[in-house]
């Protein structure tokens, strides 16, 4: 059966149930937008209930999600996310708040913040936090404007590059050139950052170090007082991507490893939900001297009320309307209440192990470039598989037959045919044994049937795409098919 889009369901007077009048007036289109162009009619779909939910629940089937099962996406943390958290942030009176509501009227969803903001600040050591971002790479650029502005404060605007390791984040050089500076590349050294290579490359012009602690390769930095210490030396400012504070929660704060500033991915660490590009929530925390620069407006309290604050001259600006992404900041709240200090002590511990277990077992099949303890993710290669004729991409599309979202492939860049897994810490043991053993039966594949690799995945809705036309071929609007003319009679002139 051919899988049709909503649009091309239904009829001419298919619907659902009758929705209640409009409790305020209702004004024509062109009344309020005058001068706009506007389409006499919109071509929407008018499809029953069931028809709707159906397709719904066929595309849910049809996608790889959480909910379904495994999903080891290094880096991503595609973790369990709470169903309470949905169920708090459905509420009343937090779906239906308005944003353009005086302080007075909004003091329920300021508190949330609040109380958000403050949880941040302890957990990882910092004097304040901004719940503005929306997301991990904004809260880079914010953390990063913060930067700019405070060195610029002491006259020191001529520091312009910022240091990074060859295993970032792709987020974090298309930070630094949106703030107008300049990306230095350090070396690794046996898979964590080298000192001699920061030594050297810190001078006058140095604004920041941005480090991912632990680093893109699961491993956590075992000299990081000294590369903290380098960098102030210097008179720069020590950045922390907090892709992977999933390994750190209840165990170690940032702010006491001599780190100024870094962002939260909520929705890696705290449990709101991904997808679809959008909410996300990337929070920064920072050090004491950087709090003038946080974003507008500031929260503050004055005679038990909470108050928004737009008179703060060094302030970087708005970095977001209203009060940030305001549903991811409930989610992540009620996750921190649900777990508590000892629960969240807890969840960084599970992700470890489970990724320590992990490890050791497929070094056994794959090849461990780097064998230490890891910390929350790891990466293998598959660089042994290629005398068989099979890459990593084909590994990554026969898991999807298995059941399993593929893990990160390809990154970070100094693992050569890189696989980074990442289970999290709501994962079983049976779950990471199947998983287990599906990677081992694909290396078997590998040398016994190559060809089974190379075609997958066959039990999917999709087959194999031509990932490159893809990306260079984007289509991403449908087109209503055009109604075949009508056959002219015979004898009649053809339309030329």
């Known amino acids: 059966m051919r899988r049709r889009l909503l649009i091309e369901q239904g009829g001419l007077g298919h619907r659902g149930p009758a929705l209640p009048r409009a409790d305020v007036p209702v004004r024509p289109l062109a ?3 005058p001068g706009a162009r506007l389409r006499a009619e919109l071509d929407l779909p008018q499809v029953s209930e069931p028809e709707a939910v159906r397709h719904f629940i066929e595309l849910s089937v049809l996608n790889h999600h959480i909910d379904r099962g495994l999903y080891p996406l290094g880096s991503c943390t595609m973790k369990h996310n709470p169903k309470i958290n949905d169920e708090i942030a459905g509420l009343q009176g937090f779906a239906l708040a308005h944003p353009l509501s005086a302080d007075e009227g909004c003091q329920g969803a300021l508190r949330v913040i609040a109380e958000l903001q403050k949880a941040l600040a302890k957990i990882t050591g910092f004097a304040a936090v901004t719940t503005q971002p929306a997301a991990g790479a904004q809260g880079e650029l914010t953390g990063l404007l913060m930067i700019r502005a405070w060195h610029r404060s002491r006259g ?12 970032a984040h792709g987020t974090n050089p298309a930070s630094v050139a949106l703030v107008g500076y300049e990306t230095v590349t350090v070396a690794s050294e046996r898979g964590t950052l080298s000192l001699a290579a920061l030594s050297q490359a810190l001078d006058a012009r140095t604004a920041a170090v941005m480090l991912t602690v632990p680093n893109t390769l699961g491993l956590f930095e075992p000299q990081i007082l000294e590369v903290t210490r380098l960098a102030h030396r210097a008179g720069a400012q020590a950045y922390l991507d907090g892709a992977n504070l999933n390994a750190m929660v209840g165990l170690v704060r940032p702010g006491d490893l001599g780190f100024d500033v870094m962002h939260i991915n909520l929705h890696k660490t705290f449990s709101t939900p991904h997808g679809g590009g959008g909410p996300g929530a990337g929070p920064v925390a920072v050090a004491r001297h950087l709090e003038p620069f946080l974003p507008l407006p500031v929260l503050e309290e004055r005679d038990g009320a909470l108050h928004l604050v737009h008179d703060r001259p060094q302030s970087v600006g708005r970095v977001h309307s209203f009060h940030g992404n305001f549903g991811m900041l409930v989610r992540a709240l009620v996750y921190l209440s649900s777990l508590g200090p000892e629960g969240l002590r807890q969840v960084s511990r599970g992700a470890i192990l ?3 277990y992990l490890m050791r077992r ?5 090849e461990l470039p780097y064998p230490q303890p890891c910390m929350h993710e790891f990466v293998l290669s598959g660089q042994g598989l290629r005398k068989h004729g099979v890459k990593t991409l084909d590994v990554a599309k026969r898991l ?5 979202h593929a893990p990160t492939v390809y990154f970070p860049l100094i693992v050569d045919e890189a696989l980074m897994i990442e289970p999290t810490e709501t994962e079983t043991l049976d779950r990471l044994d199947d998983f287990a053993e599906a990677m081992e039966r694909i290396a078997r ?12 995945p066959r039990t999917t809705p999709v087959g194999r795409l031509d990932e490159g036309r893809a990306a260079r071929e984007l289509i991403v609007r449908w087109s209503r098919p055009r109604e075949p003319e009508p056959k002219a009679p015979q004898g009649t002139p053809s339309r030329a």
């Open 445 to 456: 594949e590998a040398v016994e049937n190559p060809q089974v690799l190379r075609d997958a």
């Open 354 to 356: 489970n990724a320590n």
């Open 400 to 404: 999807l037959d298995f059941g399993v």
């Open 31 to 33: 009344e309020l937008l």
């Open 362 to 366: 497929l070094a056994k099949t794959y």
């Open 156 to 167: 020191e605007g001529e520091r312009r590059t910022v240091i990074v390791p060859d295993s």
